[in-house]
């Protein structure tokens, strides 16, 4: 994480709620970028873990908001960050009499970096709209990897003005970060990233097997395909740890097929025709009934063997 170099930004008071996988790092590089940050999590352990690790990161001061609600985490601050499960989760720490809607003050502006519906997103915009700030859905790809480098993709809907504010702090932990339309369009942007990815790591898990069913050398196969038409960055990053068998390597099983149900659920909304999604989402069901819930995605090909 010392390794990302920081763009100069006016240091601001900024809130993280959410501190997973994904979150803790955002937030540190937050921190690491000079914000002063205020952070909250579910469980306080990681809220004072965080705070042990970036409160006083190289004299740049951060605070933590240990024990207390999202409403009070977000006191004063003009930039809210989420990170968190999914729809529910969201609303858990949004909404209500101790969500951070109640202590958001007018013009300020929460970016929302779950991966959830694009309904959600469209509901709680328009509800911070009424209350005078602003809402941008804005989930994130890149993985564990991404965010502890501070090397995200981060695919935004909203209002532009908004974003503009937003996209200059959150680079911070991100290499690209873009309005794609009006409030969902982050959301549903993350869905066609899904939707590729799936079919992209049947496709690898379907040629390595093939390969090594055939008596390949699987690791010089690729080496060669990965310089034509059939390279993609699942080839380049996953390729020779399936070929040894190894799924240790970040974004896991059940939060695949958590995404893929919002696709599928938005597919069904629109019309859109998914054929390969829909198969692949129970290809990651039978893995998950072979013990690999928290495996990476791309033991798709575990079942192939």
């Known amino acids: 994480m010392n390794n990302k170099t920081y763009d100069a930004v006016a240091p601001q008071k900024v809130a993280f709620l959410g501190l997973g996988v994904m979150g803790f790092p955002m937030a540190g590089h937050l921190a690491c970028a000079g914000h002063a940050v205020t952070v909250y999590n579910r469980t306080s352990a990681k809220a004072v873990a965080w705070c042990e690790k970036f409160a006083d990161f190289e004299g740049k001061k951060a605070t933590v908001a240990h024990g207390l609600t999202p409403r009070d985490a977000v006191q004063g601050a003009s930039l809210v960050f989420c990170c968190v499960g999914n729809d529910d989760d969201l609303r858990s720490v949004v909404l209500g009499p101790d969500g951070a809607f109640a202590g958001m003050a007018p013009g300020a502006i929460f970016v929302d970096h779950t991966t959830a519906s694009a309904n959600v997103a469209r509901e709680l915009y328009a509800q911070a709209m009424t209350k005078g700030f602003a809402f941008v859905d804005a989930p994130v790809s890149g993985g564990q990897a991404g965010a502890e480098n501070g090397l995200l993709t981060v695919m935004c809907g909203g209002d532009k003005a908004a974003f503009d504010k937003a996209q200059a702090v959150a680079m911070a932990y991100s290499r690209a970060c873009t309005l794609l339309g009006a409030s969902g369009a982050g959301q549903l942007a993350k869905m066609v990233n899904q939707i590729c990815i799936a079919g992209l790591v049947q496709g690898l ?64 909304r629109n019309g859109a025709r998914v054929p390969v999604t829909a198969l692949v989402d129970q290809f990651y069901a039978d893995v998950q009934q072979l013990g690999g819930q928290r495996w990476d995605t791309s033991s798709l090909i575990k079942r192939l063997r």
């Open 205 to 268: 898990s379907e040629g390595i097997a093939f390969g090594q069913r055939a008596g390949l050398d699987m690791n010089q196969v690729l080496e060669v395909i990965g310089k034509g038409a059939a390279q993609s960055w699942q080839m380049d990053n996953r390729g020779k740890t399936m070929v040894a068998d190894k799924f240790e390597f970040g974004f896991a099983v059940d939060w695949m097929r958590k995404d893929l149900g919002l696709v599928l659920d938005e597919a069904r």
